[in-house]
């Protein structure tokens, strides 16, 4: 899934970088509203994150022409202004959410994920399957979750492409280059600490007992199965 990024301010821009990337999503960056209208035009991303005082285009000029030729695709303003006019009029201006800042990364996800899964469930050509077992799991990619018995479990857009490789290839050793390449892309550049601690993380999220893990099991030297 893409996300395309408009904010003039490097450290809040790469910030922002670097948390998404972390939960999946593909992100395309800009550091003014001019640069982001040209690649909301060439990369035709999933969702916008614009901040609203940019050079060259503000963020509110860049929604009123991104809704001109789309209705439907979510738009977040990532402001410090914090009046409720500012609200009003990116409201008006078509966008579905507004986030302030300062900002906890938490909130972030959180809003994200919400848009994310609206994403999946208008787009299914993201090529996403409906649900799925995984053991006595069953797994909705569309809503970014898993279901036991009656319980959910919240999951990050990365978490349920781990689960789909895995699935895919039931009993089958899953080697690291191979959930790299489907989880993070072909031209991502593995590293396995990164992998090892979504794996930590994913278990604490599915497994019964983390420590004794039964649906994610550990193939030393090889990868992992499930």
Known sequence: MKILIA???????????????????????????????????????DFVILDIMMPELDGYSVCKAIRKQDDLIPIVFLSAKDEEIDRVVGLELGADDYINKPFGIHELRARVKTIARRCLHNKPAINMSESFAFGDLTIY?????????????????????IIECLAKNKNQVVTRDMLFDYAWGYDHM???????????????LIEVDPLNPVLIR????????Y
């Open 190 to 204: 593995p590293n396995s600490r990164t992998l090892d601690q979504h794996i930590s993380k994913l278990r604490k």
């Open 7 to 45: 904010e003039d301010d490097n450290n809040i821009r790469r910030g922002l970088v670097d948390v998404l990337s972390q939960e999946g999503y593909d992100i395309i960056e800009a550091a003014n509203g001019k640069i982001a209208l040209e690649l909301y035009q060439k990369t035709q991303p």
């Open 141 to 161: 990619p569309n809503e970014l979750k898993a279901e036991r018995t009656g319980q959910t479990i919240e999951l990050s857009l990365r978490e349920v492409k």
């Open 218 to 225: 550990t193939v030393h030297g090889a990868g992992y199965r």
